[in-house]
């Protein structure tokens, strides 16, 4: 096996992942070796570490949940005053087009407003919401 001029082993198919493990590897070194082995590139630099590791010693990788912002529901699209709101729904700019166009220019996303969606259980709705 070659070595680099840094002393650390190359980025190859044939390294082990417990020789990969005992080296530092730049971030950007690692997005690329990644594709070169076909697994997804994207991620924390310690989950594509492990996720690399994971492949070169032949073993499944379980991936880990998606982020809390990441996984977040949101409401996208057509919305109407039956739209029910789910639990965890940001006041975002489809939302907020959706209630300036009902009540007018003069909406924000007030304290209120905002304490509101926070507080939803998913059994609200876009009427309650302008209601409130």
Do not use: N
Request: proline share 8%; glycine share 10%; hydrophobic share 35%.
């Amino acid at each position: 096996m070659t070595f680099s001029p840094e002393g650390r082993p190359p980025l190859v198919a044939s390294l082990g992942g417990t020789e990969f493990l005992r080296w530092y590897w730049l971030k950007e070194e690692l997005v690329e070796f990644a594709r070169q082995l076909g697994v997804r590139a994207t991620g924390g630099k310690e989950t594509l570490t492990a996720r690399i590791a994971a492949q070169l010693d032949g073993r499944a990788f379980p991936e880990p949940p998606p982020s809390r912002l990441g996984g977040q529901p949101h409401l996208a699209g057509s919305l109407a005053a039956s739209t029910v709101i789910p639990q965890g729904q940001r006041c975002s700019q489809t939302v907020r087009a959706w209630l300036t166009e009902q009540i007018g220019p003069s909406f924000r996303f007030d304290a209120a407003m905002r304490e509101f969606f926070s507080a939803t259980d998913g059994t609200q709705t876009l009427e309650d919401a302008r209601d409130h």
